[in-house]
């Protein structure tokens, strides 16, 4: 099986490289914008599931096996999704600042002949975050290309996050071991 993963995001590259399939890298152009109203713990899997419509049948050869995947924070019910800004980064933290969250990761599998997705949960907690803690990760880190402005595996993440309840590697944007035994049920 040769996996396919149409993301631009060098995390989930990493991750499913280190899962051990050859792996090539594809891209598909989709509009994440949600006109309907959606659930916030479906909005992932709506987003994953329409990259891979996006991607051309004819492009999926015998094998070959297309991961498209979508991440979003979910505060209160609302999405947070990347910030446009410094200033709006600073706020998304100061959101989650000594509160919990949920990260909800809508992963699609799609062959030539079968399509599958699901979604992972994981609960995280911050600690209180201090202005200067905020401004250090923002300016030294560039939080932009990540859901709720923040990267579990950076410095944020080992000074500011008390604990988490699920998948480290589903805050990541892949939920490896759940997408492992998804993989494995295909060829079975």
């Known amino acids: 099986m040769r996996l396919l993963l149409a993301s631009k995001s ?5 991750l499913l490289a280190e899962l051990g399939f050859p792996i090539g890298i594809v891209s598909v152009d989709v509009d994440e914008h949600i006109d309907a109203p959606l659930p916030a713990d479906q909005v992932a899997e709506h987003l994953a599931c329409r990259k891979s419509e996006a991607f051309p049948s004819d492009r999926l050869s015998e094998g070959d096996v297309l991961v498209t995947a979508d991440t979003v924070v979910v505060l209160d019910g609302k999405v ?12 998304m933290l100061h ?5 919990s969250h949920e ?6 599998l799609r062959t030539n002949r079968i399509r599958r997705s699901f979604t992972e949960q994981t609960t995280v907690h911050f600690s209180t ?4 803690e905020i401004d250090y990760y923002v300016d030294h880190y560039r939080p932009f290309d990540k859901a709720g402005a923040y990267g579990i595996q950076e410095w944020i993440g080992m000074v500011g996050i008390s604990r988490i ?8 944007g892949l ?3 759940r997408l492992y035994a998804a993989l494995k049920a295909l060829t079975a």
């Open 129 to 132: 975050l201090t202005d200067a």
């Open 80 to 91: 947070l999704g990347k910030p446009a800004s410094r200033t709006e980064a600073v706020a």
């Open 175 to 177: 939920p490896v071991a």
């Open 10 to 14: 060098p995390r989930r590259r990493q």
């Open 95 to 99: 959101g989650l600042s000594g509160r």
């Open 103 to 108: 990260v909800y990761t809508g992963v699609c």
């Open 165 to 172: 309840e699920g998948c480290f590697y589903n805050v990541m």
